[in-house]
DNA sequence: CCCATGTCCTGCCAGC
DNA sequence: TGCTGGCAGGACATGG
């Protein structure tokens, strides 16, 4: 559920709430969603860790931690992370908390329990746990029109497949590929080959767009987003075409079209996307 | 390389 | 009212 504006807006409320926070407890209550190490050695690894950083990479979220260990988080499609005091009520699906030495917790719910999380010595966690496969961060400044470009080049995928697999661009999920490819004019359908430059700018900027957009509105918030305070999102007000299917388009008023591309929803307007 | 499909889970909603 | 099927923000494996 979680991409990249949602894990970004986590990653932003909640680093001040839990750094130079030492790690006193773990509580798991669903062992399988940790993947790596086995739940034993979590538990026994994770206390009198010391949260240094947090960092975002694709849809990942990433505690640095003292003694060179990092913990490594992918939220699935309903996965939450919330600080939370202890006297606060306990949500239904709550898998695994985390105390800190002052008594503040990040609890993590998880409906679905796709979410999963790594622990390990740094480098080699973060290969474990597939974040040397990942794409380019579209914000960041090595992601050019160029860049796109070399990426599109030679695949004969639609667009909307291109963009919702990670190891090109990462951090886009069914919501905002969508977006973006609504904001560029650019049917979800086309082959990624056949764009021409003009194209591939507007895209590379679409992409931008909508991924700051998703950041500056706090992340979208359809069912179960909420951030590291708990709070909902607003980008779910500003969707031009994602789940919108049957409703005017807002440029042109032609009704939105829904269609399943590799098995996922798509949304788009087939009047001004071509 | 690409594609469609199935799988992991639970909850919700529309339709009968 | 209750049941059923389809669908949901992700990612991976499999077989063609």
Known sequence: MPELPEVETIKRTLEPKVLELTVER????????ICWPSAGEFAGLLPGRKVLSLQRRGKYLVWR????????????????????????????????ILTFSGGQEVRFVDVRRFGRCYLGQSEKIWELAGLDKLGIEPLSEEFTPQKLKEILQGRRRSLKQLLLDQRYVSGLGNIYSDEALFEAG???????????????VRLHSAIRKVVESGIVHGGTSIRDYVNGEGQQGNHQDYLMV????????????????RLKIGGRSSYFCPQCQV
């Not at 773990?26 to 969603?33: G, N, Q, T």
């Not at 939450?80 to 006297?87: G, I, K, N, Q």
């Open 26 to 33: 773990v509580e798991i209550r669903r062992p399988d969603i």
């Open 65 to 96: 931690l003292s003694g060179n260990y990092a913990l490594i988080w992918h939220l699935g499609m309903t996965g939450r992370l919330v600080f939370s005091l202890p006297e606060a009520p306990q949500e239904l699906h709550t898998h695994l």
């Open 186 to 200: 650019i049917h979800p359908l086309r082959q990624a080959s056949e764009l021409i430059d003009e194209d591939i």
């Open 242 to 257: 994602y789940g919108r299917a049957g409703q005017p388009c807002v440029r042109c008023g032609t009704p939105v079209q």
